[in-house]
């Protein structure tokens, strides 16, 4: 399949290390934030979201952490393996004109070394 | 899976030509947006459609339409079709409406090719 990683920041960890993806977010009024990875040749994987009246949210080996006082979103992966190798989006929701539209980060590209 | 589906899976046009991108809905939803995703960029905002309706448009020309059925399936149209409309074109499929926390779910994306 074709890369999706073309020209994206670039996160190389060793398996079984922490990684933490970050991400800052344009609009201070959005209050919805999701995290997706994206294989190559495959669509956005629902990872993980979070409403802005938290700060904090984990999941299975994931925690998500929100500054909003920095517009910052941070993506932390436990015991990172080599099937967690993708290119890692933030989205933030727009609620301008009521639609239900997703904003996009630029990417993180995750490296995993066996 | 996320039980999204869209055909055809790539697809090879000429400048000038139309193309027809088709999605199916995860079941029980009832909104569906489509995305435009350039290599190495993150995906686009094309536009909405919920309950058979449009509920909103990213920056895109009029040549891209849409349309979505009553059994909530969607169409991407695009006419006079450019070399820089070469893409993966998503859609993704979520229960409606603008409630806060309505989680998109992806297809595996067309990827269209115009030469």
């Known amino acids: 399949g074709e890369s999706v990683g073309l020209h994206l920041p670039t996160l190389s960890v060793q398996e079984g290390d922490n990684s933490i993806i970050n991400c800052a977010y344009s609009n201070s009024a959005s209050d919805y934030f999701i995290w997706y990875k994206q294989e190559s040749g495959k669509g956005p994987q629902f990872i993980i979201d979070i409403r802005s009246n938290m700060d904090k949210r984990q999941g299975q080996r994931v925690t998500v952490l929100l500054n909003k006082t920095v517009k910052h979103l941070s993506l932390q992966i436990a015991a990172t393996q080599p099937g967690d190798s993708a290119v890692y989006f933030c989205a933030e929701k727009d609620y301008g004109g009521a639609t239900n539209k997703l904003i996009f980060g630029t990417g993180t590209l995750l490296a995993v070394q066996p | 899976e996320t039980g999204v589906t869209q055909s055809p899976t790539h697809l090879i046009k000429t400048r000038g030509q139309q193309v027809t991108l088709r999605c199916s809905s995860q079941s029980g939803h009832n909104t569906v947006s489509w995305y435009q995703q350039a290599l190495g960029q993150g995906p686009q905002f094309i536009f909405q459609?919920?309950?058979?309706?449009?509920?909103g448009r990213g920056n895109f020309p009029p040549r891209f339409s849409g349309l979505q059925f009553p059994n909530y399936s969607s169409e991407l149209n695009v006419n006079a079709l450019e070399l820089d409309d070469s893409a993966l074109y998503l859609c993704?499929?979520?229960?409606?409406?603008?409630?806060?926390?309505?989680?998109?779910?992806f297809g595996p994306g067309t990827r269209l090719t115009v030469l």
């Open positions: 459609y919920y309950r058979e309706e449009e509920n």
């Open positions: 993704a499929s979520s229960l409606g409406g603008d409630r806060a926390g309505d989680t998109q779910y």
